[in-house]
C-alpha cells in the first residue's frame, strides 16, 4: 500500500530521464546506451538510489529512495512513498 508524503523531503520527481536526477548521479547502463533509454539507468553512487521509470506493472515506474534513516523507499511520480521490501 502506498502511502502520502506528509512533508516533501525530496526533490521534484525526476521527469527527464535523458539528464540525472541530481548532480553527482552516473549513467551505468549497457554499452552504446545512451541516458534515458531503457537499456541502463542513473545511479547515486553515495546512495545506491536509482529511478526506473519504465517498471513493468504492477509496481510501475517508479524511483528507488533511500531515506535519511536508511530505509529504502519506492517513489512513484505522483509523489506517494511505499516502503521497500
Given at each position: 500500500?502506498?502511502i502520502?508524503?506528509?512533508?516533501?523531503?525530496?526533490?521534484?520527481?525526476p521527469q527527464?530521464f535523458?539528464k540525472?536526477p541530481?548532480?553527482?548521479?552516473e549513467w551505468?547502463?549497457?554499452?552504446g546506451?545512451?541516458?534515458?533509454?531503457?537499456?541502463?539507468n542513473?545511479?547515486?553512487?553515495?546512495?545506491?538510489?536509482?529511478p526506473?521509470p519504465s517498471?513493468?506493472?504492477?509496481i510501475?515506474?517508479h524511483?528507488?529512495?533511500?531515506?535519511?534513516e536508511?530505509?529504502?523507499?519506492?517513489w512513484y511520480?505522483?509523489g506517494t512513498?511505499?516502503?521497500?521490501?
Open positions: 500500500m502506498r502520502a508524503m506528509v512533508s516533501p523531503p525530496l526533490p521534484r520527481f527527464d535523458t540525472p541530481a548532480p553527482g548521479w551505468r547502463g549497457a554499452p546506451s545512451h541516458p534515458g533509454d531503457s537499456n541502463g542513473w545511479y547515486n553512487p553515495q546512495t545506491g538510489e536509482s526506473d517498471h513493468l506493472p504492477p510501475g515506474g524511483m528507488d529512495d533511500k531515506s535519511l536508511g530505509l529504502w523507499y519506492r511520480p505522483d512513498l511505499e516502503p521497500k521490501d
